[in-house]
């Protein structure tokens, strides 16, 4: 009975596991494991992974800040502690 073949399932929900996978894929290149025309597809597909993943990382640090920023304008002084409000109103001057 053939055994069945499992898949590849590598884990690429953060930024460093993904980055960690084009090493990988490198590797298996250089060692001529894995043909070079694949592995550039899939570093290709891994580097628009890892874009979109930064960009939405960006949009998510954007949006967090305007609604600390929003609160300190109306006058909640709790934000969060001491060291975060510091640092927030450093990057308003």
Excluded: W
């Excluded at 025309?37 to 960009?55: A, H, I, P, T, W």
């Excluded at 600390?68 to 502690?81: D, F, P, R, S």
Aim: glycine content about 6%.
């Amino acid at each position: 009975m053939p055994t069945k073949k499992t898949r590849y399932r590598p884990d690429l929900s953060t930024l460093d596991n993904v980055a960690a996978e084009v090493g990988k894929i490198y590797r298996l290149m250089r060692n001529a494991e894995i043909p070079v025309n694949d592995g550039s597809k899939y570093c290709y597909v891994l580097r628009e992974m890892f874009s979109m993943m930064e960009k939405i990382k960006t949009v998510r640090s954007i949006e967090e800040l305007e609604a600390q920023i929003a609160m300190l304008k109306e006058g909640q002084t709790h934000v969060g502690n001491d060291d975060e409000i510091a640092e927030i109103a450093e990057g308003l001057q």
